[in-house]
């Protein structure tokens, strides 16, 4: 998970990339996020509809992000994003995901506390967010992302677009990487994948812990762990791989030689090739999984 040293970092690596400090930084952001972003989708978005979203859960109105194909029904995904949360940047990874074919929903999880975009983008999360959004990771407790999953699946298989014979994905990236471990297990006849993403706190002693819960779900898994988190945590993968193991969950499990960060296109630590790779090994898990 995104954490006060992986700021630093990023500050570092933004000076070292471009000589640029945070503030020099925040200014370009927008237009640099843009630029990554529309080389990522730019011929897909055309064929796609997509509209602002709000829906009850137990604990207030959430709202999102949520694009699909013009036509037809289609598998669904949960996009649970990064500490910095709805932006530009992860509305075009919802729509290049929704250009493979899937009805992709993009969520605000503080919405308990905020609705709608709160930062531009990475960089203006930089400038200000991490004390801004301090007390509002601190309500995403296990048990309220599983209302929320519960809340957001019944959402979606509402919708005419969504074909409900078929499974459920979700993705999260950084703190939204243990969310879609209890997603799954919240859901398990509904949810089919869960892909976590440089996430973090997969591995953790209360009860709840992300990776003991392979087995109160169905899904496969797709951990895609970053280089310095793995330094970090070495034995978390290990610990990852022995719990599903145990109880016969199918789950690929990678350290990646890139960066926390790195498959976000406006983080600091954005790393095309392997940021690519990462897609890829999505798209494969959902073409088997959904």
């Known amino acids: ?17 471009t000589g640029l400090n945070r503030r020099q930084f925040a200014v370009l952001g927008a237009a640099g996020t843009l630029a990554a972003c529309t080389s990522m989708d730019a011929t897909a978005s055309s064929a796609l509809k997509e509209s602002s979203v709000s829906f009850a859960t137990p604990d207030g109105t959430m709202d999102g992000f949520f694009v699909h194909p013009g036509e037809g029904k289609h598998p669904a995904v949960i996009l649970w994003p990064d500490i910095a949360s709805i932006r530009d940047s ?20 503080y919405y308990r506390d905020v609705a709608g975009e709160q930062f531009a983008d990475f960089a203006a999360f930089m400038q200000s967010g991490w004390d801004k959004v301090k007390p509002w990771r601190a309500q995403l407790s296990a048990d309220a992302i599983m209302r929320d999953a519960t809340a957001i699946i019944g959402w979606l298989d509402a919708q005419e677009t969504v074909d409900t014979t078929r499974g459920i994905g979700n993705q999260g990236y950084c703190m939204g990487g243990p969310f879609t471990f209890w997603t799954a297990a919240a859901r398990p006849a509904r949810v089919s994948a869960a892909a976590s993403f440089h996430g973090g706190g997969l591995v953790r002693e209360d009860a709840q812990s992300p990776h003991k819960t392979f087995g109160e779900a169905k899904a496969q898994y797709l951990v895609a762990i970053a280089q310095n988190d793995d330094a970090k945590a070495p034995g978390d993968k290990d610990a990852l791989r022995d719990a599903a193991e145990r109880v016969g969950a199918k789950a690929e499990i990678e ?10 296109p406006d983080s600091p630590s954005y790393n095309e090739a392997e940021a690519e790779r990462a897609w890829a090994r999505l798209l494969a898990l959902y073409e088997r999984a959904l």
């Open 1 to 17: 998970m995104c954490d006060e040293a992986d700021l630093s970092r990023f500050d570092r690596l933004n000076a070292a990339k």
């Open 255 to 264: 350290v990646y030689p890139a960066d926390h960060g790195w498959c976000v």
């Open 90 to 109: 992860k509305r075009m990874m919802a729509r290049r995901l929704a250009g493979e074919g899937y009805a992709v929903l993009l969520v605000n999880p």
